[in-house]
């Protein structure tokens, strides 16, 4: 009797794990950052449940950055700093506690600036009571934590302009330390020029003390913290795709 062949096709190669997504928060002593935070991951969970997402804290909280790197031991992971621009965190802290792990990652890019933020920050005032009144005596303060690198200055207004255009009202960037115009001069700037309903945007990752003390120094409506919006879980995928992405290349290059 001939023998018969088997029609049944060979198993599809199984493909490789993605690595590991690390989210980096800064770390607040407010109860209410570390729930705002999981809950952001558990956002991103849902829009890539392919892909494993673990938490890691610069200070102040736990699991501590280097904690969760011990844990990942060998696997490839993709840090990305829940922060909103570059300064020192993102180009010392971060870095530094990666290297004495010895861990296999790769570093992103901060979250801002980036036009998801704006979406962001666009849906947050309208929660808080934005766009009832006219456009001629309205303006916005873009309150943020503050740093001493230039770098995240520039970012900061980078973002101030992008909202800027989205409202099409002016848009002044303040800060809750380390760096000028404070709330209260950006207010009392935007009052001299005639504009009367004044906004407060937070533009904080998570509540905390930075963006309560901003929340309280508000002439008018405050908007809530980004926190778990869709476009901040869909800003940190992007993040993690995009260092992927520029890591690839590099490798690409080195091997040309």
């Known amino acids: 009797m001939p023998r018969q062949l088997s029609l049944v ?3 599809a190669p199984r493909r490789p794990a993605p690595p590991a997504l690390v989210v980096v928060a800064h770390g607040s002593r407010d109860p209410h950052a570390l729930s705002t935070v999981n809950a952001l991951l558990d956002r991103v969970r849902a829009l890539r449940p392919d892909v494993p997402v673990h938490l890691g804290h610069i200070e102040l909280n736990a699991p501590l950055l280097p904690d969760t ?3 990942l031991g060998d696997t490839e992971a993709v840090l ?3 922060l909103l621009s570059r300064g020192y965190h993102v180009k010392q802290d971060i870095p530094e506690l ?3 792990c010895g861990a296999h990652t790769h570093l992103a890019a901060p979250l801002g600036p980036h036009p998801l933020l704006v979406d962001a920050l666009q849906a947050r005032l309208l929660e808080a009571g934005w766009g009832a009144t006219p456009r001629r005596t309205s303006a916005v303060v873009l309150a943020a934590a503050g740093s001493r690198d230039p770098d995240a200055k520039t ?3 980078r973002t101030a302009h992008l909202l800027a255009a989205r ?3 002016p848009v002044i960037p303040a800060y809750a330390s380390a760096a000028t115009p404070t709330v209260q ?5 935007l009052l001299a020029r005639g504009r009367r309903h004044i906004a407060l945007a937070s533009y904080f990752t998570a509540p905390g003390r930075f963006a309560t003390e901003c929340a309280q120094a508000a002439p008018w409506v405050a908007a809530a913290p980004l926190g778990t919006h869709p476009s901040m879980a869909q800003l940190v995928l992007h993040r993690y795709e995009e260092a992927l992405a520029t890591s690839t290349a590099a490798r690409q290059l080195a091997s040309a």
């Open 80 to 82: 990305v700093p829940l």
């Open 9 to 11: 096709p060979p198993p």
């Open 185 to 189: 001069t950006a207010v009392r700037t």
């Open 167 to 169: 409202l099409g009202v």
């Open 155 to 157: 970012d900061t207004a």
């Open 98 to 100: 990666a290297a004495a």
């Open 69 to 71: 790197l011990a844990a």
